[in-house]
C-alpha cells in the first residue's frame, strides 16, 4: 500500500490566493516529484527534487525537499482557474531494484474559486 | 505528438474476459512503467521494464496480469479473466534511465477499464 501521507486531502480557495500542501514519509526518498491530474487524464510532472533541503520553483510553483529526506512541500502562488486539479507527490528510494518506482501520495484536490 | 501514448484509452468487458492494453513511451526512453490508478487514490506501481527486461514486479499484479515489451519499445498489459476489482485507470509512464541519473517519469493519458 502507499506510504507517503499528503496533506491536506482538499483545499477549497479564491483566485489570487496562495495554496500549500506537504508530504511526508516514514521511509527516507532520494527523490521528491510532485504531478497535476486533471479528471480522465494521466499526471503530468511539474516539480523534481534530488537533494535534501533543495527549494525549486516552476512558474508560480515551488517545491522542498526536507532535510530529512523524510518530507516534501508544494506552494503555488497567486492561483489561478486553472490551478484546478488533483496534486500527487511522488517519491523514490534510492538503491536496488526499488529505484524504479514511484510511490504516490493519495493527492490534494483544489478547487479555485474566481 | 512525442509524449507516452495509450490504446485504448477505454475499455468496458464482461467479467471472465481477456483484455490488452498497449503502451506507447517517449522514443528514446528505455525505462517502461505501469500503475494502476483508483478512484480517489493515486497510482500504485505494477511493473517495470528496462529495454526487454523486466525488473521488478510488485505484489499486486496477480498470476493474472502479464507484461511485455519485446523489442524494448511498445509494452503490452494483459489482464486474464478480469474480475471487477480490476476496474480501474491503467497509467503507463516512461524515463531515461542512466547511471547517475534522476528518474524523471512521464505518464500516459491512461487506459481506463469497467469490468461489468
Known amino acids: 500500500g502507499q506510504q507517503l501521507n499528503q496533506s491536506p486531502q482538499s483545499m477549497f480557495i479564491q483566485e489570487g490566493e496562495d495554496v500549500s500542501m506537504n508530504c511526508t514519509s516514514s521511509?527516507?526518498?532520494?527523490?521528491w516529484l510532485w504531478y497535476k491530474q486533471d479528471p480522465g487524464e494521466g499526471p503530468v510532472l511539474l516539480i523534481a527534487l534530488y537533494k535534501a533541503g533543495e527549494l525549486t520553483s516552476n512558474g508560480r510553483l515551488t517545491a522542498q525537499f526536507g532535510i530529512t529526506r523524510k518530507d516534501s512541500f508544494l506552494n503555488i502562488s497567486a492561483s489561478i482557474p486553472s490551478d484546478v486539479g488533483i496534486y500527487f507527490c511522488?517519491?523514490?528510494?534510492?538503491?536496488?531494484?526499488?529505484?524504479?518506482?514511484?510511490?504516490f501520495g493519495q493527492g490534494t484536490i483544489l478547487t479555485v474559486h474566481p | 505528438d512525442t509524449g507516452v501514448s495509450q490504446d485504448p484509452r477505454h475499455k468496458i468487458t464482461k467479467r471472465g474476459q481477456n483484455v490488452t492494453f498497449r503502451c506507447d513511451p517517449i522514443?528514446?526512453?528505455?525505462?517502461l512503467y505501469w500503475y494502476r490508478q483508483t478512484l480517489g487514490q493515486g497510482p500504485e506501481f505494477l511493473t517495470y521494464f528496462q529495454n526487454e527486461a523486466q525488473l521488478e514486479k510488485s505484489r499486486l499484479l496477480s498470476d493474472r496480469f502479464s507484461a511485455e515489451r519485446p523489442k524494448g519499445s511498445f509494452s503490452t498489459l494483459e489482464i486474464q479473466r478480469t474480475e471487477q476489482g480490476d476496474s480501474a485507470m491503467y497509467l503507463c509512464?516512461?524515463?531515461?534511465?542512466?547511471?547517475?541519473?534522476?528518474?524523471?517519469?512521464?505518464f500516459g493519458p491512461g487506459t481506463r477499464l469497467t469490468v461489468l
Open positions: 509512464a516512461s524515463s531515461l534511465f542512466k547511471l547517475g541519473s534522476y528518474n524523471e517519469q512521464f
Open positions: 522514443s528514446e526512453h528505455n525505462r
Open positions: 511522488a517519491g523514490s528510494r534510492a538503491g536496488g531494484t526499488s529505484y524504479g518506482k514511484l510511490t
Open positions: 521511509s527516507i526518498f532520494n527523490t
